[in-house]
Antibody
Framework: QVQLVQSGAEVKKPGASVKVSCKAS????????MHWVRQAPGERLEWMGW????????KFSQNFQGRVTLTRDTSATTAYMELTSLTSEDTAVYYC???????????WGQGTLVSVSS | QSALTQPASVSGSPGQSITISCTGT?????????VSWYQQNPGKAPKLLIY???NRPSGVPDRFSGSKSGNTASLTISGLQAEDEADYYC??????????FGTGTKVTVL
C-alpha cells in the first residue's frame, strides 16, 4: 500500500549528527517531492526543506540552511535527512511528507523522535 | 520566514460552527492559492484536510471548508463533532518555493 515508513528513534549527544530515513512504497518515488517537517515537544510544525527525488535538487528553510542535507537512494525508494551540530533545541519528532500537486502534503511518515541530551 | 499567525485556541459546542484564521503576508498566503490545512491528533502525524485553499481530498467530511481573502485564509468546521477536537495547522507555499506553517490552533469541543 501507499506509505512512508521512517527509521526508529535516535538519542544523540550535543554536537553530533543524525540521519533519518523514509522508505516510500506503493507509488512512483521519483515523481513526488519529499518534504521534511519537524515538531518539537508541545510546539508547532516547522518545515525544514524539500527534495526532488527525480534529480536530487533540494531547497531548505533558512532556519536550517547549512545544517541539513537531504538525499535519496532511488533504487531503494528511500529519502534521507541528515542534521548536523545537534543541540537540545533539535529534540523533536521529524516527519517526512510527500509533496503533491502544487503545494500540499498528502502522505506522511509516522515520525521519528530524535532526542538530544548530554 | 515567520510562522503564519493562527489563534492559539478555538472552542465550540457540538453542532456549532467555528472558524480558524491563518494570517500571512503577500509573499505567502496572499501570493497564490497554495494554502492547505492539516488536522493533528496527539501523538499522530498530521492529516491533510484542505488543499489549494478550498479543496477537500476524498474521505474528508464536507463539514470542513476553506476560504481565503487577501493575506488571510480560514478553515471552517460546520456541525462541530467531538471527534474534531485536535490541533489544526495551516501552511502556505511561498514565492521562493519554500513553505511555512501556522502557529497552530487547538480546537476544543465543549
Amino acid at each position: 500500500q501507499v506509505q512512508l515508513v521512517q527509521s526508529g528513534a535516535e538519542v544523540k549527544k550535543p554536537g553530533a549528527s543524525v540521519k533519518v530515513s523514509c522508505k516510500a512504497s506503493g507509488y512512483t518515488f521519483s515523481i513526488y517531492f519529499m518534504h521534511w517537517v519537524r515538531q518539537a515537544p508541545g510546539e508547532r510544525l516547522e518545515w525544514m526543506g524539500w527534495l526532488n527525488p527525480g534529480n536530487g535538487n533540494t531547497k531548505f528553510s533558512q532556519n536550517f540552511q547549512g545544517r541539513v542535507t537531504l538525499t535519496r537512494d532511488t533504487s531503494a525508494t528511500t529519502a534521507y535527512m541528515e542534521l548536523t551540530s545537534l543541540t537540545s533545541e533539535d529534540t523533536a519528532v521529524y516527519y517526512c511528507a510527500r509533496g503533491s500537486g502544487t503545494s500540499w502534503f498528502d502522505l506522511w511518515g509516522q515520525g521519528t523522535l530524535v532526542s538530544v541530551s548530554s | 520566514q515567520s510562522a503564519l499567525t493562527q489563534p492559539a485556541s478555538v472552542s465550540g459546542s457540538p453542532g456549532q460552527s467555528i472558524t480558524i484564521s491563518c494570517t500571512g503576508t503577500s509573499s505567502d498566503v496572499g501570493a497564490y492559492n497554495y494554502v492547505s490545512w492539516y488536522q493533528q491528533n496527539p501523538g499522530k502525524a498530521p492529516k491533510l484536510l484542505i488543499y489549494e485553499v478550498s479543496n477537500r481530498p476524498s474521505g474528508v467530511p464536507d463539514r470542513f471548508s476553506g476560504s481565503k481573502s487577501g493575506n488571510t485564509a480560514s478553515l471552517t468546521i460546520s456541525g462541530l463533532q467531538a471527534e474534531d477536537e485536535a490541533d489544526y495547522y495551516c501552511t502556505s507555499r511561498t514565492t521562493i518555493v519554500t513553505y511555512v506553517f501556522g502557529t497552530g490552533t487547538k480546537v476544543t469541543v465543549l
